[in-house]
C-alpha cells in the first residue's frame, strides 16, 4: 500500500511539473558508496549504492531557480558482508544475500552565492539481513551536505548524506 501512495504521489509531481512553465524537473541517476556505521558496520562492508531521483525545483517571476527543491527518490543497495561473517554463514549452509532498499521524500535547500546545497528527507527503508532472518522495514531520516557544479547539459554532484534508519525492534537491524 505504502509503494502504491509513492507512486502515486510521484505521478503527481511529475504532471504538476510537466504541466507548470514556471517549475524546473530532474531526473538523476546517482552511484556511490555506502558506507556502514552503527549496527549495520558490525556485519557489512563499505558496499555500492545506486539511486534514481526526481526533483522538482521552482523558478520566480524572473525565471530563475528558487533556492528550494523537492525530490523523490528510491535507492538500492547489494550489501558486502565482512568476510568472517560470510565465511561463517557459507559453513552453516545460510544465505549470504544482504540489502538495504529505500524509497522516500526531501527537500533540498540551495545557496543563492556558491554551488553549495543542504539536503534531508524521510522514507521507507527494507533491510534482508544474510542468514536465516525475516526482512526488516523501518523509517529511514537523513540530511547532509551537497555541491553541485554545471556540466553542459549535465550536471555534476558531489553529495555525503547521513541516514539514520529506525526499526521497531533494533535487534532485528544487524
Same mark, same amino acid.
Given at each position: ?74 535507492? *538500492? ?6 568476510? $568472517? ?13 544482504? *540489502? ?16 553549495? *546545497? ?5 522514507? *521507507? ?38 541516514? $539514520? ?10
Amino acid at each position: 500500500m505504502m509503494g502504491k501512495r509513492l507512486l502515486l504521489l510521484a505521478c503527481l509531481l511529475v504532471a504538476a511539473a510537466a504541466g507548470s512553465t514556471s517549475a524546473q524537473t530532474r531526473f538523476s541517476l546517482a552511484g556511490g558508496l555506502l558506507v556502514p556505521f552503527g549496527d549495520l558496520d558490525d556485519t557489512s562492508d563499505p558496499s555500492l549504492r545506486v539511486a534514481l531521483r526526481a526533483e522538482y525545483q521552482p523558478l520566480n517571476s524572473l525565471g530563475q531557480r528558487k533556492l528550494l527543491s523537492l525530490f523523490l527518490y528510491g535507492a *538500492y543497495s547489494d550489501l558486502t558482508l565482512k568476510s $568472517e561473517i560470510e565465511d561463517a554463514l557459507v559453513a552453516l549452509g545460510q544465505d549470504t544475500s544482504i *540489502y538495504l532498499f529505500e524509497v522516500g521524500a526531501g527537500v533540498r535547500v540551495y545557496s543563492g552565492v556558491a554551488p553549495f *546545497y543542504l539536503t534531508g528527507g524521510a522514507g *521507507y527503508a527494507r533491510y534482508q539481513p544474510a542468514g536465516a532472518g525475516d526482512a526488516v522495514n523501518g523509517l529511514d531520516v537523513h540530511g547532509g551536505l551537497g555541491f553541485a557544479v554545471p556540466l553542459g547539459l549535465f550536471l555534476g554532484e558531489v553529495e555525503a548524506t547521513v541516514h $539514520e534508519v529506525v526499526v521497531e525492534n533494533d535487534a532485528d537491524f544487524q
